[in-house]
């Protein structure tokens, strides 16, 4: 049996029991769970467990053991102390259940001689039972197609990003930053002490779920690294498989042990690794999302040369400098190029050789249709980072009269230019706001999103605009390689 059919009751069920169900409205742990489960629409049975129930908790059929529901559910959320899970799980074997998540904590993460025997006792029952297990120590399984959500924010869509994680936290702001940029996820899967099912497992069904067309992780350390590699490398090759590996730093193995009970790995192996696989190395969620957003919009891309548009002598040095940190080449462009730029735009204040200094042209439709169709024909340019300052909603902008129409205008043929420019060179946008002020920053974060979630990637700023194109050509480059 393929890992996909293996699973799939435990992505897909049609019913889940949540053990530890408090009969406190106000409680958390199990009571979250099904309180979730109702708001999304969760369209399977939900019961609770409580060894005190007699009818319903909160809502939901309630029994006093997971033997006591009529029909095994197909998912069991165990969220009791950590000391009573062993009587659940043999429960749970009784009850003839396979799928089972341990949201409870209190295992081998504490580096108590208590909870690593705990760990050792479920770890024991999990083999004899032959269960299927996430956790224990995470937030489990979240997906959007069938409404499985018991956790982190509603789904506002279905999409193709797959999130692995050892730490269910990171999932739950990954969910939230990444669906405010219209990335929307496949699955998101929060695995803590992996003390039954491991990452590998998890890895080989999204190397084989339709659904995926994106792996993220989130690694604290790693089992079986030659295995792991081996398996990363071939699904990099039509999966991009992106990483953010925590615990590189003394600090960060010392508090991963204590997280997830993980060894985290000498740096050099890792970098290895990267080097082995071709896999894409992040730092961060945000530069996680960040990257996912260029593979969901843009085709894959293997030169380096790029059209700075923005405005400011500068900003334009700037741009320049951030743009050859990160391995990106910035050209001069052609004689022919320039003069015809030339013809409508002073030299004075202005300068169109790359970066285009180009303030004249930012707030006027014509004049920036002009610039860019010019600019972008030139055979020594392969993609367009574009500079967008946005109007700040205090009044106090001493742009020309129709100043903010002309943005949108120009704002809107972005969009437009991005998609379909006849060229086919990719443009992302780096959206500043050169203010503290709370109503220029909002403004800028609304026209970041206004632009990504009309499907060209928008960053707050050029580095990191600069940082993601360079991770997603290396990605194609290393694929290219590959294939000589």
């Given at each position: 049996m393929s890992k996909l059919e293996e699973l799939r009751s435990m992505f897909f069920p049609r019913s889940v029991a949540v053990v530890g169900v408090s009969t406190n409205p106000q409680g958390w742990g199990g009571h979250a769970f099904i309180r979730r489960l109702k708001k999304v629409g969760f369209p399977g049975d939900v019961y609770a467990v409580n060894p005190k129930a007699t009818n319903e908790v909160h809502g939901v059929k309630a029994y006093p053991s997971v033997m006591a529901i009529p029909q095994p559910p197909d998912m069991v959320i165990?969220?009791?102390?950590?000391?009573?899970?062993?009587?659940?799980?043999?429960?749970?074997?009784?009850?003839?259940?396979?799928?089972?998540?341990?949201?409870?904590?209190?295992?081998?993460?504490?580096?108590?001689g208590e909870g690593r025997q705990l760990e050792a006792q479920i770890i024991e029952i999990i083999r004899r039972g032959k269960l299927r297990v996430v956790g224990p120590n995470c937030m489990g399984l979240y997906v959007p197609a069938s409404?499985?959500?018991?956790?982190?924010?509603?789904?506002?869509?279905?999409?193709?990003?797959?999130?692995?994680?050892?730490?269910?936290?990171?999932?739950?702001?990954?969910?939230?930053?990444?669906?405010?940029?219209?990335?929307?996820?496949?699955?998101?899967i929060s695995f803590g002490n992996a003390r039954g099912l491991q990452a590998l497992d998890f890895l080989e069904y999204l190397a084989e779920d339709p659904d995926t067309k994106i792996i993220t992780m989130y690694l604290e350390g790693m089992k079986e690294g030659n295995r792991f590699t081996t398996l990363v490398r071939k699904i990099n090759r039509t999966k991009p498989v992106i990483i953010w590996k925590g615990g590189l730093t003394e600090s960060g193995a010392r508090a991963a042990a204590s997280h997830t009970a993980s060894m985290a790995g000498e740096a050099r192996m890792w970098d290895a690794f990267f080097a082995q696989t071709g896999a894409i190395r992040v730092n961060s969620l945000e530069e996680m999302a960040d990257v996912?957003?260029?593979?969901?919009?843009?085709?894959?891309l293997l030169d380096r040369r790029v059209l700075l548009l923005g405005g400011g002598g500068g900003n334009?040095?700037?741009?320049?400098?951030?743009?050859?940190?990160?391995?990106?080449?910035?050209?001069?462009?052609?004689?022919?190029?320039?003069?015809?730029?030339?013809?409508?735009?002073?030299?004075?204040?202005?300068s169109i050789r790359n970066p285009l200094d180009v303030w004249l042209v930012q707030h006027n439709l014509e004049m920036f249709r002009?610039?860019?169709?010019?600019?972008?024909?030139?055979?020594?340019?392969?993609?367009?980072?574009?500079?967008?300052y946005p109007h700040n909603g205090n009044g106090d902008d001493d742009g020309p009269p129709n100043f903010e129409e002309g943005s949108r205008r120009v704002e809107?043929?972005?969009?437009?230019?991005?998609?379909?420019?006849?060229?086919g060179k990719p443009?992302?946008?780096?959206?500043?706001?050169?203010?503290?002020?709370?109503?220029?920053?909002?403004?800028?974060?609304?026209?970041?999103?206004?632009?990504?979630?009309?499907?060209?990637?928008?960053y707050p700023s050029q580095a990191s605009a600069c940082k993601v194109l360079s991770r997603f050509i290396q990605y194609h480059e290393f694929l290219a390689k590959g294939l000589d």
């Open positions: 165990v969220s009791v102390p950590a000391r009573r899970v062993p009587e659940v799980l043999e429960d749970c074997i009784a009850a003839g259940v396979k799928n089972v998540h341990i949201f409870s904590s209190g295992f081998s993460e504490t580096q108590e409404k499985f959500t018991a956790w982190g924010a509603s789904p506002k869509g279905v999409g193709q990003v797959a999130f692995l994680s050892q730490s269910g936290g990171h999932g739950e702001i990954l969910i939230r930053y990444a669906q405010d940029l219209g990335i929307y996820f496949s699955k998101v996912a957003l260029l593979f969901l919009h843009l085709k894959p334009a040095v700037a741009m320049a400098d951030i743009c050859s940190r990160e391995g990106l080449t910035v050209p001069t462009l052609a004689e022919n190029t320039r003069k015809q730029l030339a013809e409508f735009i002073p030299l004075a204040g202005n002009r610039c860019i169709e010019i600019a972008v024909a030139d055979p020594a340019i392969d993609l367009v980072i574009a500079d967008r809107e043929f972005i969009v437009e230019f991005a998609k379909n420019n006849p060229f443009l992302v946008v780096a959206v500043n706001a050169p203010t503290n002020d709370p109503n220029g920053m909002r403004a800028a974060a609304e026209l970041r999103l206004r632009f990504a979630l009309a499907g060209v990637p928008a």
